[in-house]
């Protein structure tokens, strides 16, 4: 912002007329809002309205106005537990569960629908467990992420529910901007790509990472198991973004997680007390 290349519009997704008007003279669009999963569950309405409502303007506009392409933030959550790993993006939507995932389902189809009636290209961009700089510190592994950052930097040991054998395939901030680049920049004009490492690892082997990440001698703690996610694995198969998009994530999770840390620690006040509005 502080270039001046960039404008920032303040408003609402479901503002119809804001949507046009924002998306009136562009070549390409970046839609990336939504609301967080834990949101959806709480207001289904407000999941409608803004996920599948929002992105049906967006994609209205751009056919609309003459935009050449549309990048979309998709999900791996449209896999739901998934039965195949590593996970390619022909696997079935069937396991799904959750509005959020549904939501993002639909808004591929909707992608689909209107390429194939307007001639608007799209990329959609599933991705994983994205973690970094700037993450979203509300959602439901990355807010494990902050407590455990909380308990370290006070001298308290992060706290695992369970045996802490549950997976994710995670994937650094930096890297999912760059995915969004490669594939406004791709000559693909249809397509869906999962963003990922194409690593597994485990909520026992994050928290020891994120212990070296904080130069802590300190050892997990156990807690009893809490109530089965449904999805206690994640493992993305890469090949077809890094064919076709010429994308690999490229950060490493320790240098990842010491760059989460140091983003983290001028910001944990406000970081805090921005979590206990969100839970009001």
Same mark, same amino acid.
């Given at each position: 912002?502080?270039?001046?290349?960039?404008?920032?519009?303040?408003?609402? @997704?479901?503002?119809?007329?804001?949507?046009?008007?924002?998306?009136?003279?562009?070549?390409?669009?970046?839609?990336?809002?939504?609301?967080?999963?834990?949101?959806?569950?709480?207001?289904?309405?407000?999941?409608?309205?803004?996920?599948?409502?929002?992105?049906?303007?967006?994609?209205?506009?751009?056919?609309?106005?003459?935009?050449?392409?549309?990048?979309?933030? %998709?999900?791996? %959550?449209?896999?739901?537990?998934?039965?195949?790993?590593?996970?390619?993006?022909?696997?079935?939507?069937?396991?799904?569960?959750?509005?959020?995932?549904?939501?993002?389902?639909?808004? !591929?189809?909707?992608?689909?629908?209107?390429?194939?009636? $307007?001639? @608007?290209? $799209?990329?959609?961009?599933?991705?994983?467990?994205?973690?970094?700089?700037?993450?979203?510190?509300?959602?439901?592994?990355? !807010?494990?992420?902050?407590?455990?950052?909380?308990?370290?930097?006070?001298?308290?040991?992060?706290?695992?529910?369970?045996?802490?054998?549950?997976?994710?395939?995670?994937?650094?901030? %930096?890297?999912?901007?760059?995915?969004?680049?490669?594939?406004?920049? +791709?000559?693909?004009?249809?397509?869906?790509?999962?963003?990922?490492?194409?690593?597994?690892?485990?909520?026992?082997? @994050?928290?020891?990472?994120?212990?070296?990440?904080?130069? %802590?001698?300190?050892?997990?703690?156990?807690?009893?198991?809490?109530?089965?996610?449904?999805?206690?694995?994640?493992?993305?198969?890469?090949?077809? /973004?890094?064919?076709? @998009?010429?994308?690999?994530?490229?950060?490493?999770?320790?240098?990842?997680?010491?760059?989460?840390? /140091?983003?983290?620690?001028?910001?944990?006040?406000?970081?805090?007390?921005?979590?206990?509005?969100? /839970? +009001?």
């Amino acid at each position: 912002l502080a270039t001046g290349r960039v404008r920032l519009i303040e408003g609402d @997704l479901r503002d119809r007329d804001t949507v046009h008007d924002a998306t009136v003279g562009k070549d390409l669009v970046f839609h990336e809002a939504a609301i967080r999963i834990t949101q959806c569950a709480e207001e289904p309405r407000l999941a409608l309205e803004v996920l599948v409502d929002g992105t049906f303007t967006v994609l209205e506009a751009a056919s609309q106005h003459g935009v050449d392409k549309v990048i979309l933030a %998709s999900s791996a %959550s449209v896999y739901g537990a998934a039965e195949q790993y590593p996970t390619h993006e022909r696997h079935h939507h069937h396991n799904n569960d959750t509005l959020y995932g549904a939501a993002k389902s639909f808004n !591929e189809g909707m992608a689909r629908s209107f390429r194939a009636m $307007y001639g @608007l290209d $799209y990329v959609a961009l599933r991705y994983f467990n994205v973690y970094g700089p700037r993450m979203d510190v509300h959602g439901l592994y990355t !807010e494990v992420l902050v407590r455990w950052m909380e308990r370290i930097a006070d001298g308290r040991p992060p706290l695992v529910y369970g045996n802490g054998e549950q997976t994710m395939d995670f994937v650094y901030t %930096s890297d999912v901007a760059r995915a969004n680049i490669y594939a406004a920049e +791709s000559a693909v004009r249809e397509g869906v790509y999962n963003v990922a490492s194409g690593a597994e690892t485990s909520l026992l082997a @994050l928290a020891v990472a994120l212990l070296t990440a904080m130069d %802590s001698n300190l050892a997990v703690e156990f807690g009893p198991e809490r109530k089965v996610n449904a999805v206690t694995r994640r493992l993305a198969d890469t090949a077809a /973004a890094a064919r076709d @998009l010429g994308f690999r994530a490229e950060m490493p999770l320790d240098e990842g997680l010491r760059r989460l840390v /140091a983003w983290w620690r001028p910001l944990r006040e406000e970081i805090a007390a921005a979590r206990v509005v969100a /839970a +009001s």
